[in-house]
């Protein structure tokens, strides 16, 4: 079985700045794929960014970006310039590869915050 | 393009009744999965369909069942309702297959009293 691990239960800082959500996994799968999802008030899950397991190069959305470090088995999200709307809970989940069958594991989520 | 498309939003129900939810996924998409997110267990795999076929189930009890449609809109069912059935409940669709790009509706809001 897979687990996440989402360290910090939340984190606050000011509109502009740089913020990076840390997570961890463990996995003994080798195909796997990595997802951020936000999740604001209105609850709804948005798609953050995703990495497959085989790619070596870090995936980047817009402002955000990932550092995968596969054999350290950690993917962290770093926001850059962040905005009021990026106000949210975030999740880190896995997926193993096969077809989507197993659905994703999440981790608890960190709480962001981004003050004014 | 429509996205995922959850009903009912909310609703409330007395302990021991059933209920049943729906979800349309995105058109092309085949590939349904549902979540059961509670503060306390956080957000957790309850079973997912593709063609409608139950591929995979998450760890719940029997009470908590779910078929897919030939147009692939799929329904969870859960009988015999307890008040920690209480909870949001996600439907994510995907095309299924090699496409990992997976999208959740807005979810169901379930109150058990």
């Known amino acids: 079985a897979q687990t996440v691990t989402q360290s910090q239960p939340e984190m606050s800082v000011q509109e502009a700045e740089t913020v990076t959500l840390s997570c961890t996994y463990d996995?003994?799968?080798?195909?796997?794929?990595l997802f951020w999802y936000k999740q604001p008030p209105s609850r709804q899950m948005i798609l953050v960014i995703r990495?497959?397991?085989?790619?070596?190069q870090n995936a980047t959305e817009n402002r955000f970006s990932v550092n995968f470090q596969k054999a350290a088995k950690s993917f962290s999200l770093k926001i850059s310039d962040s905005q009021l709307g990026d106000t949210a809970m975030y999740f880190c989940?896995?997926?193993?590869?096969?077809?989507?069958?197993?659905?994703?594991?999440f981790g608890k989520g960190t709480h962001l915050i981004i003050q004014p | 393009k429509a996205g995922v498309t959850q009903t009912p939003r909310y609703l409330i129900k007395t302990r021991g009744q059933q209920v049943t939810l729906s979800c349309s996924p995105i058109?092309?998409?085949?590939?349904v999965s549902w979540y059961q997110q509670t503060p306390g267990q956080g957000l957790q795999f309850l079973f997912e369909?593709?063609?409608?076929?139950?591929?995979n189930k998450g760890n719940f009890p029997g009470r908590f069942s779910g078929r897919q449609f030939s147009n692939s809109r799929s329904e969870m069912n859960v009988s015999t309702l307890e008040l920690g059935d209480s909870a949001l409940y996600l439907c994510?669709?995907?095309?299924?297959?090699?496409?990992?790009?997976?999208?959740f509706g807005e979810g169901s809001w379930l109150t058990v009293v």
């Open positions: 990495q497959e397991a085989y790619k070596q």
């Open positions: 994510a669709s995907s095309r299924g297959g090699a496409d990992y790009t997976i999208y």
């Open positions: 369909y593709f063609s409608e076929t139950q591929r």
């Open positions: 989940a896995f997926m193993k590869g096969g077809g989507g069958a197993d659905g994703l594991t």
């Open positions: 058109s092309g998409h085949r590939s």
């Open positions: 996995t003994s799968e080798s195909n796997y794929y």
